[in-house]
């Protein structure tokens, strides 16, 4: 009887999830109760709390991902596939053992995300130009920017549909891939089996792209592969976590990537919020206006005199 009620329980988290379009589920295991959390559209939002058969179903939770439900001391990882509705979703998860209990987080890649047209994402007026007059560029680095669940893969994956729809050679590295896109060839990251971002974008540039999807800018290797890749003449599309446009600069200068070299790849940013009802609000943001925004004024905070070895006096600002 417990088996059969713990199915259940996991049947009610996963398909609620993917019929709400949640883009995580938490699953806090403390003192044998288990608290779940969906993320949808940016906001955490609860779904169950005091679960009795918790245990269980972090067993099987972890049962499904392939893991080792015996072992509950150590962060491990997995994947799999659940169907809800007719409606497919790739499943991450990730579990860590904490105080009392574990955390177990999924996330959820929604298939049919890349059905999703250029013109069906609601850019308007200024926006929609800007992003049509990006995608005709053979090169450039355009930026996706936004809070985690707020849609910067519908966003991502429309474009690439509409850049293959021009007939572009289009190449992604993603870990994991999301969706599986006809006619992009998709690159899923694999460090345990050798193939990690470095590897795949070094075989990628040998494969004559003429569009490199990033899936996410995290370091400076992919910061600096990114811009790299767009100042040879390929069109970048990449996701960078960033709470505005303004900050999306920034964080690649943070990362080790000079302003000079931004200055010359940047397009522009996509940036996407989440709204009321399930709608998001996507807007274009020109490079121009961000590295401008970005300079600091270049005022003398303070004065330094020091001496030289003949004598002078010699006042330096910093």
């Not at 596939?81 to 579990?95: K, L, P, T, V």
């Not at 049919?112 to 450039?140: I, N, T």
């Not at 474009?159 to 729809?165: P, S």
């Not at 397009?267 to 401008?292: C, K, M, W």
Request: overall charge positive.
């Amino acid at each position: 009887m417990d088996r059969f009620v713990t199915a259940q329980v996991v049947d009610a988290i996963l398909t609620s999830a993917i019929r709400t379009g949640a883009s995580d589920v938490h699953l806090h295991l403390v003192n044998r109760q288990l608290h779940v959390s969906f993320r949808v559209r940016g906001s955490m939002v609860p779904f169950m709390t005091g679960i009795a058969h918790g245990e269980e179903t972090v067993r099987r939770m972890k049962a499904l991902g392939r893991m080792d439900v015996t072992v509950r001391h150590l962060p491990q990882e997995g994947s799999f596939e659940w169907m809800a509705d007719g409606r497919a979703a790739h499943i991450r998860a990730s579990c860590v053992p904490i105080f009392g209990g574990e955390s177990l987080v999924l996330r959820l890649f929604h298939s049919g995300v890349a059905s999703h047209l250029l013109e069906d994402l609601g850019l308007v007026g200024p926006s929609m130009s800007r992003m049509r007059e990006w995608l005709q560029q053979e090169s450039g680095l355009i930026a996706l920017a936004g809070r985690t669940g707020a849609g910067k893969s519908t966003a991502a994956y429309a474009m690439l549909d509409h850049l293959l729809r021009q007939g572009r050679t289009v190449f992604t590295i993603e870990d994991p891939v999301e969706v599986r896109l006809a006619g992009c060839r998709q690159i899923e990251i694999q460090e345990k089996h050798g193939l990690t971002f470095d590897v795949a974008l070094r075989a990628m540039v040998r494969q004559d792209p003429d569009v490199i999807f990033i899936g996410e800018v995290r370091d400076h290797a992919s910061a600096s592969a990114a811009c790299r890749a767009a100042m040879t003449g390929r069109l970048v599309i990449a996701t960078v976590h960033a709470r505005k446009p303004m900050g999306v600069p920034t964080r690649f200068v943070d990362l080790g990537v000079p302003m000079s070299m931004l200055e010359e790849v940047l397009s522009g940013v996509l940036f996407v919020e989440p709204g009321n009802e399930g709608q998001r609000t996507y807007r274009a943001v020109g490079a121009d206006r961000l590295i401008h925004s970005e300079r600091p004024s270049q005022s003398v905070s303070a004065r330094v005199t020091r001496k030289t070895k003949a004598g002078s006096r010699i006042a330096s600002a910093h």
